[in-house]
């Protein structure tokens, strides 16, 4: 199989729709501040020529930028990202996103954090666990649960919802990352065993409503996992 087909495959099908406007580079937010040119990363896979694998492929932040401004509407991020899940499979990955993702499948987050302690932000305001009474059920993030600094956002959120009598609920340490860096780097294998998991523990709370605190969360769980099809997910900001 040529490299066409492989990105393809990977979920690249809109390569051959691309007819070199050069629109994604010039509204690129990269071009303020580097020479960056998805346009040229993007012809380079339609020929299979070596370069489409360098550090441009890397340095996008896949925020949609492009695909919003296209005329044609390529899914110019799904290519980006197709290519991506090549380089993982070939064990291909620069290495600091390597060891992100790694962790990521063995913690069930990026942050290297133990599993295990995923709730010890709530030592100081407690934690709820999600029951039938349960108004929301509560996602937190990864950020919110391991990172010192925002972990202190995280205990002034549940004081917020206590002090307003919101019935909240969490999944505790069941809880694990929506996979989102994993589904933008590279692994896509990774990505999957996250959502599937993640859907099955949502699913088997029959959440009301589910707020999360990440907007990547917000993205994959309104837009890509397909079993939660049906929910309601707002992201806590549309809450407060």
């Given at each position: ?6 990105i393809v495959e990977y979920g690249g099908q809109a390569l051959d729709e691309c007819y070199q406007c050069g629109t994604c580079s010039s509204v690129c937010p990269w071009g303020d501040f580097r020479d960056f040119r998805l ?202």
């Amino acid at each position: 199989m040529d490299v066409v087909d492989m990105i393809v495959e990977y979920g690249g099908q809109a390569l051959d729709e691309c007819y070199q406007c050069g629109t994604c580079s010039s509204v690129c937010p990269w071009g303020d501040f580097r020479d960056f040119r998805l346009r040229h990363l993007i012809r380079l896979a339609q020929f299979g020529i070596e370069g489409y694998e360098g550090e441009d492929l890397w340095s996008c932040t896949t925020c949609g930028m492009c695909l919003d401004r296209c005329p044609r509407g390529v899914k110019t991020v799904d290519i980006v990202r197709s290519i991506r899940n090549i380089m993982g499979e070939a064990g291909t990955l620069p290495p600091l996103l390597q060891s992100a993702l790694s962790g990521l499948a063995g913690n069930g987050n990026p942050w290297a954090g133990d599993p295990d302690k995923r709730t010890a932000w709530a030592s100081e305001v407690g934690l709820r666990p999600h029951t039938e009474e349960s108004e929301i059920l509560l996602y937190t993030c990864c950020t919110h649960a391991y990172d010192p600094r925002n972990i202190k956002a995280q205990r002034t959120l549940v004081r917020l919802l206590e002090k307003a009598g919101v019935k909240w609920g969490s999944l505790g340490n069941d809880e694990k990352c929506c996979g989102d860096p994993a589904h933008k780097g590279g692994r896509k294998d990774v990505y999957e065993t996250l959502r599937d998991g993640n859907t099955a523990q949502i699913r088997a709370k029959n959440p009301k409503k589910i707020v999360v605190t990440s907007p990547h969360c917000l993205e994959n769980f309104k837009k890509n996992y397909e079993g939660l099809k049906g929910l309601t997910v707002i992201h806590v900001a549309e809450l407060l």
